[in-house]
């Protein structure tokens, strides 16, 4: 598993989702009255995430090493380095990793994406490569704080019947 010992001060704030998504919590909701998050994360080659939309934040990627292939709403965007992307709320998405993986600082306003990862993921120390994603607690944490799955790892929002805006 790759190191991400950005974060040395706080080795708490380090958490694995399965195999596809190591992230390490920069700022909390606590330390900026809500207001956002940023976490640094990254993804393996191949490495996707669930489609999904939220309803609660929005979601900024910037990406510092890497790519990032991302599909939101009739969108789809390619990031390499350097780039910035705003996923507005409401948006049906996905996001895959390019062929070298990717690293991203993610920035949800108001904060919210930190805390799915704290309640859902595995802390890093205790990560090994047999770690897998516990699913259900994710969705429900993820349901709880305004994340709607809506297709498995590798749907784009061009899977689903109609191009909808959540309604959160």
Do not use: C
């Amino acid at each position: 598993m790759p190191s991400l010992s950005i974060n040395p001060d706080h080795p708490d704030r380090q958490y694995v989702l399965g195999q596809d998504l190591w992230i390490s919590i920069l700022t909390s909701a606590e330390e900026t009255g809500g207001r956002h998050d940023v976490t640094d994360s990254f993804m393996p080659a191949g490495g996707t995430t669930p489609l999904h939309a939220h309803t609660r934040y929005e979601e900024r990627l910037w990406v510092s090493s890497g790519s990032l292939t991302v599909w939101a709403g009739a969108e789809k965007v390619t990031l390499r380095s350097g780039d910035f992307y705003t996923i507005p709320l409401n948006v049906p998405h996905a996001i895959a990793a390019g062929a070298d993986g990717a690293r991203a600082l993610n920035i949800s306003t108001p904060a919210g994406f930190a805390e799915v990862i704290a309640r859902a993921g595995t802390p890093l120390q205790l990560a090994t490569e047999a770690t897998t994603l516990d699913a259900e607690l994710f969705q429900a944490i993820g349901t709880e704080l305004g994340d709607i799955i809506l297709g498995p790892p590798g749907a784009t929002p061009a899977d689903l019947p109609r191009e909808p805006r959540v309604r959160g």
